[in-house]
């Protein structure tokens, strides 16, 4: 399995207060990425980096903010939690742009209350 | 816009046989990649597939393959001999070769292995 540890695995907070989710990797991966699963939504792309301090936003980036000062993690950052950011993130890493073999890291399941 | 559609929310099966799971896309790129992902109870995302679009030779992995039809913008999963241990919520996904990170899942379809 690919090293793709994120923290915490469970989170529980306060509408309105910032929260970081940390992705940390060892695979020297170039490619990492932010999703967050909802039902009947899938898996929706947050942001993502190519690069350390390159990163861009994806589908549904409102209301978040990431940053990659290492090669190894990849902070996602809810600067003010809403209840509608309760949800299953996912982070993922890959090698190579294009070919898009993603590796997951097993989840964060955030509660905004 | 890119989209991933899977029309199947719940699908059950009878151990030991073949279900087929259903996704269409739309894309007006030429070049790209198709996905089925698999996430089991433990939440962990599994890639099962993956499919080249330039290549009309259809993926095969043990008991998973596909069958991709490119001008009907499909690409269904078929399981064989279904295990108990298959039963997980499956992601069909997308990616044009143009766009880096931006990989579109569908909704997603949750199948029962029924023993």
Same mark, same amino acid.
């Given at each position: 399995?690919?090293?793709?540890?994120?923290?915490?695995?469970?989170?529980?907070?306060?509408?309105?207060?910032?929260?970081?989710?940390?992705?940390?990797?060892?695979?020297?991966?170039?490619?990492?990425?932010?999703?967050?699963?909802?039902?009947?939504?899938?898996?929706?792309?947050?942001?993502?980096?190519?690069?350390?301090?390159?990163?861009?936003?994806?589908?549904?980036?409102?209301?978040?903010?990431?940053?990659?000062?290492?090669?190894?993690?990849?902070?996602?950052?809810?600067?003010?939690?809403?209840?509608?950011?309760?949800?299953?993130?996912?982070?993922?890493?890959?090698?190579?742009?294009?070919?898009?073999?993603?590796?997951?890291?097993?989840?964060?399941?955030?509660?905004?209350? | 816009?890119?989209?991933?559609?899977?029309?199947?929310?719940?699908?059950?099966?009878?151990?030991?046989?073949?279900?087929?799971?259903?996704?269409?896309?739309?894309?007006?790129?030429?070049?790209?990649?198709? =996905?089925?992902?698999?996430?089991?109870? &433990?939440?962990?995302?599994? %890639?099962?597939?993956? +499919?080249?679009?330039?290549? @009309?030779?259809?993926?095969?992995?043990?008991?998973?393959?596909?069958?991709?039809?490119?001008?009907?913008?499909?690409?269904?999963?078929?399981?064989?001999?279904?295990?108990?241990?298959?039963?997980?919520?499956? =992601?069909?996904?997308?990616?044009?070769? &143009?766009?880096?990170?931006? %990989?579109?899942?569908? +909704?997603?379809?949750?199948? @029962?292995?029924?023993?």
């Amino acid at each position: 399995d690919a090293g793709i540890t994120q923290s915490p695995r469970h989170k529980v907070t306060e509408t309105g207060t910032p929260v970081t989710l940390r992705c940390h990797q060892t695979e020297n991966h170039r490619y990492m990425y932010w999703y967050r699963q909802d039902p009947g939504h899938g898996l929706r792309l947050i942001h993502y980096s190519y690069g350390v301090k390159d990163t861009d936003k994806g589908e549904v980036s409102d209301g978040y903010s990431v940053s990659r000062s290492k090669t190894e993690d990849f902070l996602l950052t809810l600067e003010s939690a809403t209840s509608s950011q309760t949800s299953v993130y996912f982070c993922a890493i890959s090698e190579s742009r294009g070919k898009e073999k993603l590796f997951f890291g097993s989840g964060t399941q955030l509660s905004v209350l | 816009a890119q989209t991933v559609t899977q029309s199947q929310p719940e699908m059950s099966v009878q151990e030991a046989e073949t279900v087929t799971l259903s996704c269409t896309y739309d894309t007006s790129e030429n070049n790209y990649y198709l =996905f089925w992902y698999k996430q089991p109870p &433990s939440r962990q995302m599994i %890639l099962v597939i993956r +499919q080249e679009a330039y290549k @009309q030779q259809n993926a095969t992995e043990n008991r998973f393959s596909v069958n991709f039809q490119k001008a009907a913008k499909s690409f269904s999963l078929k399981i064989s001999d279904s295990q108990l241990g298959d039963t997980a919520m499956y =992601f069909c996904a997308f990616i044009a070769s &143009s766009n880096t990170g931006k %990989l579109i899942f569908g +909704q997603g379809t949750t199948l @029962q292995v029924k023993p």
